[in-house]
């Protein structure tokens, strides 16, 4: 397996250089991998949105098909992929651009919005991509193994980095709040929230596998063929499934009158965060694939997270409902447009 830091190129993209990118056939070339990329990504989602719409599956199944996917699909599919990879094949410096564009971000909403429990919540849609569900599909489609690498060390902190610090925020924005009404703040020590956060962020299906199938490549052992195959084949169905459950929830999630809003943070995850991605991640000398996979990882719609943080909290419930689903479908037009224009940096 390739270093990640190398600039492995995907076998359908043409050839690197600056005589090959200004070549009459490279923008067509480049078009038709994202297409190839994308098209069974779209049909998916809209074979699970059909299913929705006729009710095949009622919204009582959906929630135990998303248990089937992060319990056991997902897992199967994270630990096998990381099984085989040795620490030394790792590079950090894309993780920590796209986390320094995530924070600038993360702050310049809450400057703007005001340091309170609606703009955490808002500020952590417009930088928590769904890197999961639908970023492991298209990243392995698309970049192959070399960019799934990429992106599983990405997740192995995404959740722990962002959800972490929301959470840091948001328990302050409420002692502020509590502080500024007067009442009696009967809330858990900052300590105990930030060490619960930090272990709901690790003790989760999803970093979880990824750190396990870590370890277990370090050991140098190879995994007897009767246990290995079992979990590749979990793992070979979680993109599919994951992605008929996106169409799914979009079918049986309304947008109603949030649609102005819902619209304006869609537009602000799904082209403003990679945008600073591909800056920082530039200034940083991260080129080739890394630079690529994060920057569509930025690009990817609002992950389900963060719905969760606004229900927890009990704050901009309907609208981060309406934004989620709003940056999944502006997604099927943002992620070509980002996946095109990602090819052609310097």
């Known amino acids: ?60 199944a959906v929630k135990d098909l998303s248990h089937l996917i992060f319990l056991l699909l997902a897992p199967a599919l994270l630990f096998r992929a990381m099984s085989t990879v040795h620490v030394e094949q790792l590079s950090l410096k894309p993780v920590a651009a796209y986390f320094v564009a995530s924070g600038l971000l993360f702050a310049a909403t809450l400057a703007l919005r005001g340091f309170n429990r609606t703009a955490a919540v808002i500020a952590l849609a417009n930088t928590y991509s769904n890197t999961v569900m639908i970023g492991i599909a298209l990243i392995g489609l698309a970049y192959g193994e070399a960019g799934m690498v990429v992106l599983l060390t990405l997740i192995s902190l995404h959740s722990l980095v962002l959800l972490t610090s929301a959470t840091v925020v948001l328990e302050l924005a409420v002692a502020r709040e509590h502080a500024g009404v007067g009442g009696e703040d009967k809330r858990p020590s900052m300590a105990r929230t930030v060490m619960r956060a930090l272990r709901n962020a690790i003790i989760h299906p999803v970093p979880l596998p990824i750190i396990a199938g870590l370890l277990f490549a370090q050991t140098g052992l190879v995994m007897p063929e009767f246990i290995d195959k079992p979990i590749q084949l979990l793992g070979q169905a979680f993109g ?90 502006l997604g099927l037009a943002t992620l070509p447009l980002v996946m095109v224009w990602v090819q052609w940096l310097p």
């Open 1 to 60: 397996m390739a270093p990640a830091s190398a600039a492995c190129p995907h076998p359908d993209l043409p050839p690197e250089g600056e005589g090959a990118r200004h070549s009459l056939g490279y923008p067509r070339r480049v078009n038709s991998f994202v297409i190839s990329s994308l098209l069974p990504v779209v049909l998916l989602i809209a074979a699970g949105y059909l299913a929705g719409k006729r009710r095949w599956i009622g919204g009582n």
């Open 240 to 329: 599919p499934i994951a992605l008929v459950m996106v169409g799914i929830t979009l079918a049986l999630t309304p947008i109603g009158r949030h649609w102005r809003g819902a619209l304006m943070q869609a537009l602000v995850k799904n082209l403003l965060h990679p945008l600073l991605v591909a800056v920082i991640g530039w200034l940083l000398g991260v080129r080739g694939i890394p630079l690529t996979v994060m920057v569509v990882a930025a690009a990817l719609p609002i992950g389900a997270n963060v719905f969760l943080f606004s229900q927890r909290y009990r704050t901009a419930e309907d609208l981060v409902t309406a934004s989620v689903a709003m940056s999944t479908v």
